[in-house]
C-alpha cells in the first residue's frame, strides 16, 4: 500500500510541471475586411506564457510554440488526366472531405527540432496528416493526389509551413505574423496554439478570426447567395440594358 501511493505521488510530481503554465494569447484583427482594393493583409498573433490560476511561481523551462492557421474547409476533387485518342479525360479523382481551404503552421524552430513525428502527425501538422483525415485512408494513391492538391494550394499561398514565423521577444512573450493572400477565401478561421517544452504539448489553446467581404461586394454576394432570384433578374436587365446603350453610341 505505500509502495502505491509512493508511486502515486511520483507520478504526481512529473505530471505537475507541465500543468503549471497556460497560454494567454490573442490576434490583431478579429476581423478581415475584404474590398474591391483588398490586396492581402497580414495577421498578427502574440501571447505570453503564464502560470495556472492560483499559482504565483513563473513557469521556467525553455519552450517552442507551434501555430496552425485553419480557414474554412470544403469537399474538393483531385483528378488525373490523360491523353487517350488525342483527347484529354479525367481517369481518376479522389475526393477529399472538408479539406482546409487555408492551411499555415507557424513556429518557432523546425518542427523535426521541437517534437517527435508521431505528434506531429497527431495534431494534424503536416499537409499529409491533412490529406489522410480529409480521406479516412493511407495509400500511394492517396499520397499522389493529396501531394499534388497541397502543390497547388502552396502555388496560391494557401498552403505553407514558415519555422521562424514565431519570435520570442523575452522568455515568455511571443508574437508571430501571417500572411492572407488576396483571394483568400471567406469564412471563420482557427489558430491553434501549441506550447512545446522538451518536445511535450504543456499547454494549448485556439483562437479565431474571421474573413468577410465588405462593402458593395458583399451586398452582391450576399444578394447573389440568399436571393437567387432577384439576382439573376438584375444580372439579365444589366445585361440588356449594356447591350442596347452600346448599340445606341455605336450606331452608324
Do not use: H
Amino acid at each position: 500500500m505505500r509502495g502505491a501511493v509512493l508511486g502515486v505521488m511520483v507520478t504526481l510530481a512529473l505530471v505537475q510541471p507541465a500543468l503549471g503554465q497556460r497560454l494567454v494569447a490573442s490576434t490583431s484583427d478579429p476581423e478581415v475586411s475584404i474590398d474591391s482594393t483588398f490586396a492581402g493583409e497580414k495577421i498578427t498573433l502574440f501571447g505570453a506564457i503564464e502560470p495556472e490560476i492560483g499559482e504565483t511561481e513563473a513557469p521556467s523551462g525553455t519552450y517552442d510554440i507551434v501555430i496552425a492557421i485553419e480557414g474554412p474547409s470544403a469537399d474538393r476533387v483531385a483528378r488525373r488526366k490523360a491523353r487517350t485518342f488525342g483527347i484529354w479525360l479525367n481517369l481518376e479523382q479522389v475526393v477529399f472531405r472538408n479539406f482546409p481551404s487555408f492551411y499555415w503552421i507557424i513556429a518557432s524552430a523546425p518542427l523535426d527540432q521541437i517534437t517527435d513525428p508521431g505528434t506531429i502527425v497527431e495534431e494534424r501538422l503536416s499537409f499529409q496528416a491533412q490529406s489522410i483525415l480529409a480521406t479516412g485512408a493511407e495509400d500511394p494513391t492517396i499520397e499522389m493526389f493529396g501531394g499534388e492538391l497541397v502543390r497547388l494550394m502552396q502555388t496560391r499561398g494557401l498552403f505553407g509551413v514558415d519555422d521562424r514565423a514565431v519570435m520570442f521577444m523575452s522568455d515568455r512573450f511571443y508574437t508571430a505574423r501571417v500572411d492572407l493572400p488576396a483571394f483568400v477565401p471567406n469564412g471563420s478561421y482557427t489558430a491553434r496554439t501549441l506550447l512545446f517544452r522538451d518536445g511535450a504539448i504543456v499547454a494549448r489553446r485556439a483562437d479565431s478570426f474571421s474573413v468577410r467581404t465588405a462593402g458593395i461586394e458583399r451586398f452582391v454576394a450576399d444578394t447573389a447567395r440568399n436571393q437567387s432570384l432577384a439576382y439573376g433578374l438584375v444580372c439579365v436587365g444589366l445585361a440588356l440594358s449594356t447591350g442596347w446603350l452600346g448599340g445606341l453610341v455605336f450606331r452608324r
